[in-house]
């Protein structure tokens, strides 16, 4: 029988596209290990098998404990892991890119690198989120500041709908409880979506840390998605739940959210934004091209010319 350690690394094409994956699993109060591919949670009431490659993003609550073997499975798969819990989130680790190929990785610090391709995708995400305004000639201040009255709006507009007093987003890092009912809805939500959308920029190879609104974190870019979707699924969602019961907004939130990311299709909607933010592609399309499952490496010359890696390219030397 193969030890764990004696498997071969799943390749990308084995590997479930990041689209088709679970948004996220989260578990607590658990041992977690691995058996063969899988990870296995283990509580009072048994083991539970969780195929790895069917994760986007894990999350970690209170009270778990995670084996060296089920993190090495969990990046080999490409999923991210993040530590949650009552006093806020972290991210501590990150799988591997679905794809071989730099492409978009390339193409994000590009745009990242020049002040006015930066401001052209930073215009292009505020149009992905309200797209009944044209930002086109805005400045970065003018961008930050609508942003800012439409998501003060939104909130307006839900407290308004459920019926919820709203005295204004509250949130003290570190402490998780610190806000009332709808705060802790809203942080919830927000946790639960800037774990997707770190599994799925991890997944396409693109950098978390080269955003194009925020900046200055390692997480900048994440944070650009997750903002995304926040007006349009996060924040309804948050004051439905505060709503319905002040009781365990948290656990609560997690689990509608879930369910309202698998109904709305979020996940290969992200895929697609940042194809489109980052290569300007306006369609759907696979998560990964055919060619970019294959190890190629290349070296850079003269002219953007590439030349292929692994050889001697001295024209007056022998082969090594």
Not at 43 to 56: K, L, M, N
Not at 272 to 278: E, G
């Amino acid at each position: 029988m193969t030890t764990v350690g004696q498997r071969p690394q799943s390749s990308p094409r084995e590997l479930t596209r990041a689209s088709d994956r679970i948004s996220f699993v989260y578990l607590e109060r658990c041992t977690i290990h691995r058996d063969a591919n899988a990870i296995t949670a283990e509580d009072a009431d048994g083991i539970t098998h969780i195929p790895s490659a069917t994760i986007a993003t894990l999350l970690l609550g209170p009270g778990t404990r995670i084996t060296h073997q089920a993190m090495s499975v969990l990046g080999e798969t490409g999923a991210a892991v993040v530590w949650v819990g009552e006093h806020g989130v972290r991210y501590y680790a990150a799988g591997r890119a679905l794809s071989r190929s730099s492409a978009l990785a390339e193409a994000q610090a590009t745009a990242w690198a020049n002040r006015r391709t930066r401001l052209t995708v930073a215009r292009a995400m505020y149009r992905l989120r309200f797209p009944d305004e044209d930002p086109a000639g805005l400045t970065r201040q003018e961008l930050l500041g609508r942003e800012g009255r439409r998501v003060k709006q939104c909130y307006q507009q839900h407290a308004q709908r459920t019926g919820i007093a709203w005295r204004g987003r509250q949130y003290t890092p570190g402490d998780f409880t610190a806000g009332d009912t709808v705060n802790q809805a809203v942080t919830a939500a927000a946790q639960g979506m800037y774990g997707i959308a770190h599994a799925v920029v991890t997944a396409l190879g693109c950098s978390p840390a080269l955003g194009f609104i925020h900046s200055g974190h390692e997480l900048s870019f994440v944070l650009d998605i997750a903002d995304l979707y926040k007006t349009e699924i996060g924040i309804p969602l948050a004051f439905d739940i505060a709503a319905e019961s002040a009781e365990d907004p948290g656990p609560r939130t997690r689990r509608a959210l879930r369910d309202q990311i698998h109904r709305t299709g979020l996940m290969d909607r992200c895929l697609t934004d940042i194809k489109h933010l980052l290569l300007g592609q306006s369609t759907p399309g696979p998560d990964t091209a055919p060619d970019q499952f294959t190890d190629t490496v290349t070296l850079q010359t003269d002219g953007d010319t590439l030349l292929p890696a692994g050889h001697n390219h001295d024209p007056y030397g022998d082969a090594w």
